[in-house]
């Protein structure tokens, strides 16, 4: 197969997952968008044996496509290898638990300890090289994260309204999770959907974080719980 198509389904493949993580967990796409993307996809790997095995191609060889081989080095708080800045991800997603055991310690670990296990040693790191960065999606072979800068959180307090069937604060939309919360974020002893949730807070002075797209503010928190 030419370079180009390859390249050309890999970037395919890169916004299609995007998209799809982005529909899942409701963050700045409509699950409608979701839907009729997983819809197309699943049409277009029926569509033709020849398409189905270009996109099957491209994925088996993600990991020989944007690939740095060196030893891994951290220099004034960035990861590099080979010279080149690596992307690992925001604060959040360092301080979270890591999926896979990276530095193959036998212990699933936070991920900055992963990637501090991995300082000094010879890895293999792959995912999209965007103006001399690498933002990784994996290492050593191993998934790590969709390739792609998450935006900054901002924290914002104000009184929760209810207005027109959609929530506010200082007249700023929120854009909330569709479905169960995960927590009881208004503290009335049980887990409601997060409309529900909110349902008991309104009138409430309350602190979300999160980032603006161009719906309204995202919340990724609510006084402090995890709204995803
Ligand atoms: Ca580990
Ligand atoms: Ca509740």
Request: hydrophobic share 40%; charged share 25%; aromatic share 10%.
């Amino acid at each position: 197969m030419k370079r180009l198509y390859i390249a050309l389904a890999l970037a395919g493949i890169i916004a299609f997952a995007v998209l799809a993580e982005a529909g899942e967990n409701g963050i700045g796409v409509k699950d409608k968008i979701g839907k009729l993307l997983r819809h197309r996809w699943h049409h277009r790997c029926e569509g033709s044996n020849e398409s189905k095995n270009m996109w099957q191609h491209a994925w088996r060889n993600m990991l020989n496509y944007t690939r740095i081989e060196g030893v891994l080095e951290y220099q004034d708080g960035v990861y590099v290898v080979n010279d080149v800045e690596l992307y690992v991800g925001n604060e959040v997603f360092l301080n979270s638990i890591a999926r896979s055991d990276f530095d193959r310690d036998g212990e699933y670990e936070y991920v900055w300890q992963e990637l501090e296990g991995l300082v000094g040693t010879e890895v293999v790191v792959n995912g999209v090289l965007r103006d001399g960065t690498l933002y990784v999606s994996h290492i050593n072979g191993i998934w790590f994260r969709m390739p792609r800068a998450l935006p900054e959180l901002v924290e914002m307090d104000g009184i929760l309204e209810y207005i027109n069937g959609s929530y506010y604060i200082n007249d700023t939309q929120l854009i909330i999770k569709h479905g169960l919360s995960k927590s009881d974020i208004d503290g009335d002893g049980s887990l409601e959907t997060m409309f529900e949730e909110l349902n008991g807070l309104v009138g409430e002075e309350i602190t979300v974080d999160g980032f603006m797209n161009e719906k309204g503010f995202v919340v990724m928190h609510i006084n402090g719980i995890w709204a995803r």
